[in-house]
């Protein structure tokens, strides 16, 4: 049986939650349009019974650091290197290649991991441009294999499992077959309702934005969740709640029918918005939240 690790890495908003979402053929990472929605490694699993078991490390994007927050998220992907067995690189297909990719390329390109380049967004990008990326690293000769996908489509997404299952070592299970994440309800939960939260404020308040799940009690046919939803300025509280509450109302409806098909039943959920000043430039905020190890 061949099992091990992949780490997926690449600048933010490239596609890597999609990527994972796409392989795994169900929702563990939250995705928006915004860049660097991912801060945490999420680990993702994928089996194929008496076959292969892959371990996939979503990580946030690598990016310059301007807060010690960023400097975590980035330390948390680079640290990704050293604990897989195959590295998949994602670009953005239907963008020029910039600086961030350099820069990542930098870092991978000397380490004897094997390295897939995944040219994401097809979709998005004309053939051209396909061509000229993937001549330009191509004759780089770092990478393994070369795979253009529209992880969105899930187009040459099996494909692209097929190729690293093959630099795959023989190894055991590591997790039961049905088990897709081994991260716990209230992290995902969390994560739902950070989405949420994203995608209903869109630009008005920077990402100084994390959520602490309170309390988490299961009843029969019932959970009833406490989510503390955490910013960074007293205006960015009142952003947040909304005129008379409704847009912290929406966040939540939206995100409470997300979390009863995660956990299968009916969820009641609380959700309070508190002030915590400049939390992504104190280290001990960071490791509370689970961002870094404490």
């Given at each position: 049986m061949k099992s091990g690790?992949?780490?997926?890495?690449g600048r933010p908003n490239v596609g890597k939650s999609t990527l994972l979402n796409s392989i795994?053929?169900?929702k563990i990472a939250i995705t928006t349009d915004k860049p660097q929605t991912t801060r945490n490694s999420i680990r993702g699993i994928y089996t194929r019974p008496d076959e292969a078991q892959i371990v996939f490390i979503d990580t946030p994007g690598i990016h310059?650091?301007?807060?010690r927050l960023g400097s975590?998220?980035?330390?948390?992907?680079?640290?990704?290197?050293?604990?897989?067995?195959?590295?998949?690189?994602l670009i953005d297909g239907s963008a020029k290649k910039g600086p961030g990719d350099?820069?990542?390329?930098?870092?991978?390109?000397?380490?004897?991991?094997?390295?897939?380049?995944?040219?994401?967004k097809t979709d998005k990008t004309d053939s051209e441009n396909f061509a000229r990326l993937y001549d330009e690293y191509e004759k780089t000769g770092v990478f393994h294999a070369i795979f253009g996908t529209s992880a969105l489509l899930g187009k040459n997404v099996d494909g692209l499992l097929d190729e690293i299952e093959k630099l795959m070592p023989e190894g055991p299970m590591y997790f039961p077959e049905d088990m897709v994440t081994d991260h716990p309800e209230r992290f995902l939960v969390s994560e739902i309702i950070r989405e949420k939260i994203l995608m209903y404020l869109n630009d008005e308040v920077p990402h100084g934005v994390a959520v602490e799940i309170e309390s988490f009690r299961e009843e029969p046919g019932l959970a009833r969740i406490g989510a503390v939803i955490y910013c960074e300025k007293k205006s960015h509280k009142g952003?947040?709640?909304?005129?008379?509450?409704?847009?912290?109302?929406g966040i939540g409806q939206s995100a409470r029918k997300e979390i009863e098909a995660l956990l299968?039943?009916?969820?009641y959920l609380e959700t309070w918005v508190k002030v915590k000043e400049n939390w992504r430039d104190s280290d001990t905020a960071i490791a509370n939240f689970g961002y870094k190890e404490k």
């Open positions: 690790f992949a780490g997926i890495i795994l053929g169900e310059k650091a301007h807060s975590a998220m980035t330390e948390m992907a680079v640290n990704t290197f050293k604990e897989v067995d195959v590295i998949l690189f350099r820069y990542i390329f930098d870092m991978i390109k000397d380490l004897d991991t094997p390295k897939i380049l995944v040219i994401n952003i947040i709640i909304g005129k008379q509450g409704r847009k912290l109302k299968g039943t009916k969820v």
